[in-house]
């Protein structure tokens, strides 16, 4: 940046007076250039001037007080010649080898200004520039300016070259990818705010909001958001950050090495050039991309309203881990007092169940020491301290030991040591007795009723089983029993596991259910199967069925009239047989055959009985035709 050195002492009292020259190019904030040279270098890094009209815009700024060189800039909306006007030049760069790109004069010169869009520039529409370039055109042909530029070749040959120029301008300026580049390189601010600039709302909104809108330009999608402010919704701010962290620049980034593609001589080449010229400019997208991003990321770390929502998620994420903390402890306190109460419940059980015990042992102590006193009262066991008072038998006594209780035990001691006579003594004796007998024989009773209930139970729940067992045997299928029929033959009694082999060659049905069919089934005659010679027999006649119904004469013959004199007499194969037989007829024989073998002696009686309208010899000769016929198709 160019600065002012002054010096303090060199103003005069009565005024002011700056003295300033250039000097080195200095890192500095906050202060802003001024003077004729940094307007000419301004002026110079827009192209409306050239470095050899150097001399003329010092002089004229001396002579103008310093006015002149911000006259182009301030000029209304209009067409301006001057970036066009200085000269070509040479290049300053040293010459390299290869064919470098062009540089034509609409290149240094200000294409905007030369179509008065210099106001408008990036943001002019199609429409904009085809009109301006329409109104420029009519303005400043050549042969409009003819005639007052009669006999001066030198402005004549100025205004066609401001005429091409016009026309190269809109050539650019009308080509999408040729704007592109020009307004690409068009001068523009690349400083971005820093994070001290975000300390207030205020102050981040004004700078972000102006560097974002300054960088929106280059945007391939159209329109982009806005930063908007504090009160901007949470979605408005998300959709805002989303578009930037996937933004897309049309901001080329020519560089000064580049080939001329149009100068390519052939497919090949340009080919070459247009890859060379990819990877040149690679770099500078790059910087571009690494820029952008960093800024946004920046952006998202210091937004007020992202700071506030962060903090906000931060407390909530706090509050609920809180919560889940207090969840926690509740659970585990209240896991602890259950297992308090468990535990106390579990001591209190236990020594109820002491407590039991205890008062059973007591009880059975007092009941043997009663059973013994008994016994001593009646002289089946001898005591010193105690004599008998009444004999009586032995095992009687020993049935009213263990038919008592110890209450009615203690009665019968007591009545028995009482000054009773020996009679009574005895009758008392054989109430007791017959009480005992009576309790002796009532549970004798209970117990064989209990167990006839058992067995009459377990009788019962073998027959449901059986019968259970029984109906699935109607499941089975007349190939499975021909299977099985099979493998029984196949695998004789005697054969190593002899129901698992069976089990497995037939495979769909489980080792009991095929004990059951052979026990059940196929012993007792209920269930047979089909013999081979019927199976081959229905499997050729399933095949020889005709699959879809018959069509008739009429139908069949499209293209020919048909008529018919009189309905169709109906063949029967037949005709010979002294017995007709319909379809529903032979199906009937067909399953009663299957289901009553042989070996029965009333086979055909039950025959005829299942087909209903035919009589059993009937059956016999319709089966003899059926077995023919089968024969013969063999």
Known sequence: MLLLEYSVESVPAGGSEVYSHTCTLLKSYRKEAAGHIFHYKALLQLGLVSDGTKDDVNGKCESEGGDGLTETSRAASSVDFSSIQGGDEADPR????GKKKKQKKSKKADLYALLGLQHERWMATESQIRSAYRKAALEHHPDKKRA?????????QENEENFKAIQDAYETLSDPAKRREFDSLDPFDDSLPNESQAVDPDDFFKHF???????????VKKPVPDLGDMETKDADVDAFYSFWFSFKSWREFPHPDEEDVEAAEC?????????????????GRKDEIRRINEFVDLANRVDPRLVRRRQEERLEKERQKAEKEAARQRRIEEEIAAKELEEKIRLEEEAAKQEAKKQRQIEKKALQKERSKLRKLTGIQSSDDMSPCVQYPVDDVELICSQMDLMSLQRLNADLASESSEEEKLQV????FEEALSLEQSDKKAKETAAKSAVLAAKKEEKEALEKRLANLDQWTAEEIRLLNKALDKFPPGTSRRWETIQGYLRTRTTEEIIDMVK?????????APSAELVINEKKKAKSQPQSAATLRQESFTDVSVKQSAPAKDVDSNDSSPYKWSKEEEMKLVKALKEFPKTLEDRWDRVAAAVGTKTKVACAIRFKELKKSVKAKK
């Open 209 to 219: 909001g102006a560097a974002f809108k300054r960088n929106s330009k280059w945007s």
């Open 520 to 528: 059940y089934g196929l012993k007792s005659g209920k269930y047979t």
């Open 429 to 432: 004796l054989k109430t007791v």
């Open 267 to 283: 497919r090949e080449e340009r080919r070459w050039i247009e890859r060379h010229n990819a990877k040149l400019r690679e770099k």
């Open 94 to 97: 040293p010459a390299r080898h």
């Open 148 to 156: 007052k530029s009669a006999g001066d070749l030198k402005a004549l």
